[in-house]
């Protein structure tokens, strides 16, 4: 498995040398960013250490175990001092601004030939919201969220559903691309086969055609 430093400079799924023919796409981080830091919002609501039982709540909603708005429910019940609601909680993770520029590349993209398809976690607020406000549906060719596949990345099980759900073999993972801001979830396409590149948020989209190989 290849290290963290040379995980940006390999296996560029675009280069015309060894083009893939499908490429998964992440959303957050690669299609989408957030307006603010979550952590000093959290720590006003609820104090130190309110983030991590957040996130380590959502995690069941992620694999689709339950619906979000019920994980978070029960967190507010287990901690009684928290200030926010059940709906200012929510309407945190619609604090998110879609990239125009990096979803014109995947149209590019896809008009090239090479199959694009949005591989993402998300619970069923945020699957239901980023479909509705950027319209992912009419962008991919298919759509796999965690919360419907019932595994969530970095987990191999997630790979192997989403290679399961295309048709395409784990022997043939190598005919498949993608691009991820997590280098565990890179680390983890490619240990599988599949040719994985991390992309720096920082980097805009200039960054992101350079990880893909694909020439502006």
Not at 69 to 79: I, P, V
Not at 111 to 123: F, K, R
Not at 139 to 151: E, P
Not at 174 to 200: C, M, W
Request: hydrophobic fraction near 45%; charged fraction near 25%; proline fraction near 6%.
């Amino acid at each position: 498995m290849s290290s963290a430093a040379d995980l940006s400079v390999q296996a560029r799924p675009l280069d015309s040398a060894r083009p893939v023919g499908v490429l998964l796409w992440d959303a957050d981080g690669v299609l989408q960013h957030p307006r603010h830091e979550w952590r000093p919002r959290l720590e006003d609501w609820g104090g130190p250490g309110f983030a991590e039982a957040l996130f380590a709540a959502e995690i069941p909603a992620l694999r689709g175990e339950e619906p979000f708005r019920e994980s978070l429910a029960r967190l507010l019940r287990e901690r009684p001092e928290v200030t926010a609601s059940l709906d200012d909680l929510l309407g945190l993770w619609e604090q998110v601004d879609g990239d125009p520029a990096a979803v014109d590349l995947v149209r590019e993209v896809a008009e090239s030939g090479v199959t694009c398809v949005l591989a993402t976690n998300q619970q069923d607020h945020r699957k239901a919201f980023l479909r509705r406000t950027f319209g992912y549906d009419d962008v991919f060719s298919r759509s796999f969220y965690s919360c419907d596949l019932g595994a969530m990345k970095p987990e191999p099980a997630y790979f192997e559903r989403v290679l399961e759900g295309l048709g395409i073999a784990l022997e043939d993972a190598g005919t498949v691309g993608f691009v991820d801001d997590s280098l565990a979830n890179v680390e983890t396409a490619r240990g599988l086969g599949i040719r994985a590149v991390h992309h720096d948020p920082a980097s805009g989209v200039a960054g992101l055609r350079a990880a893909l190989g694909w020439a502006a």
